[in-house]
């Protein structure tokens, strides 16, 4: 079956890193989104993986291993705005995108 | 904002109503999307539209139905609906539904309905 799965809660201290993985199980694989979701508000896209490797986007680098089926999200520098849900998203074919229930990362001072 | 709009943002009904959810964007996009969140569970795929065609019905009750004028405009026309139909219903979009390239989806603020 179609599968994703993240931590649901981390803690991090203001100006640590803090590394949110994922690992997924999907019959196709056509890319693998990480997404920032405030409360009460849109998801927005930070990164896109679709080869092995890592990319880097400021304070924001996600990694991928497609052998494995496991990514991660490492967040550098936290800052307390950082404080919100990610969500990992597989996209398995052409027009379906499988959502983890997202990681509620909160950021202390 | 991410140049996908949702009315309305809240909306309470009873059982035996209509009610209609909308969604615009304004990117230039042929793909649309409905998702359903509900707490503690992923995202659900509802349903997908591609160049005004429906590409998707990932199984969703028939009191659900979709509308897609135009690639700008998504509609999601509500009737009779449960009281675990309560969530926060999002849309999104992408370029297209093609196998090439990212098509990252681009989200809307969702409508948080109530169903009582």
């Known amino acids: 079956g179609q599968n994703i799965d993240q931590p649901t809660e981390m803690t991090a201290t203001e100006g640590a890193i803090v590394q949110i993985n994922c690992t997924y199980q999907?019959?196709?694989?056509?890319?693998l989104f990480w997404y920032q979701q405030h409360a009460g508000e849109a998801p927005t896209f930070l990164s896109y993986n679709v080869l092995d490797g890592l990319e880097e986007k400021g304070r924001f680098s996600s990694f991928l291993s497609r052998s494995k089926g496991y990514s991660y999200l490492l967040l550098k520098e936290l800052q307390m705005k950082d404080s919100a849900s990610y969500l990992c998203?597989?996209?398995?074919?052409?027009?379906?995108?499988?959502f983890g229930t997202g990681t509620r990362l909160k950021v202390l001072a | 904002e991410t140049g996908v709009t949702q009315t309305p943002r809240h909306l309470v009904m009873g059982m035996t109503n209509k009610k209609s959810l909308k969604c615009e964007q304004h990117l230039g996009h042929n793909a649309m999307y409905w998702y359903k969140q509900s707490a503690k569970k992923p995202l659900e795929l509802m349903f997908v539209?591609?160049?005004?065609?429906?590409?998707e019905n990932n199984s969703v009750p028939s009191r659900f139905s979709p509308e897609c004028p135009n690639s700008s405009h998504l509609f999601l026309h509500l009737h009779t609906l449960q009281p675990e139909d309560s969530a926060l219903y999002l849309c999104?979009?992408?370029?297209?539904?093609?196998?090439?390239?990212?098509?990252?989806?681009?989200f809307g603020p969702g409508t948080r309905l109530l169903v009582l």
């Open positions: 998203a597989v996209r398995d074919g052409t027009y379906k995108y499988i």
């Open positions: 539209y591609n160049f005004k065609e429906q590409t």
């Open positions: 999104a979009s992408s370029q297209d539904g093609g196998s090439g390239g990212m098509q990252t989806q681009y």
């Open positions: 999907t019959s196709g694989f056509n890319g």
